[in-house]
């Protein structure tokens, strides 16, 4: 039996495009003026993002998707962790968070970026 005849491609890519579908107010983009990426809003005034999208910033902007453009302040940066924690005064949609503690090994995992 392949893959595409039993159908389990088509439900798994459709599965996807539902989680991105339903994430995508809690993914942004972020600019440094350095470099850009992406960041996903953890709480209502938070973004997490990579630390070398930001490490020589100055000022950091996001864009969310309804095409707001937010200023953004840097509350925190590990370089060796390749993390940043951005803030805004501005209201956004958190991401909806997961329980890691049921995950196995070889699990299936999404990343999502813009």
Same mark, same amino acid.
């Given at each position: ?97 997961? *329980?890691? *503690? ?13």
């Amino acid at each position: 039996m392949s893959l595409n005849s039993s159908g389990i491609l088509q439900t798994i890519s459709g599965e996807i495009e539902r989680i991105a579908e339903s994430t995508g107010r809690s993914v942004v983009s972020v600019d440094s003026g350095c470099g850009n990426g992406s960041g996903i809003v953890w709480d209502d005034h938070t973004v997490v993002t990579a630390y070398h999208v930001v490490s020589r910033a100055e000022e950091v902007s996001i864009g969310t998707e309804d095409g707001r453009k937010l200023s953004a302040k840097i509350i925190g940066r590990l370089r060796r962790s390749d993390i940043a924690i951005l803030t805004v005064e501005e209201s956004l949609t958190p991401i909806q968070k997961g *329980d890691s *503690d049921g995950l196995k090994t070889g699990q299936f995992v999404l990343a999502l970026a813009n």
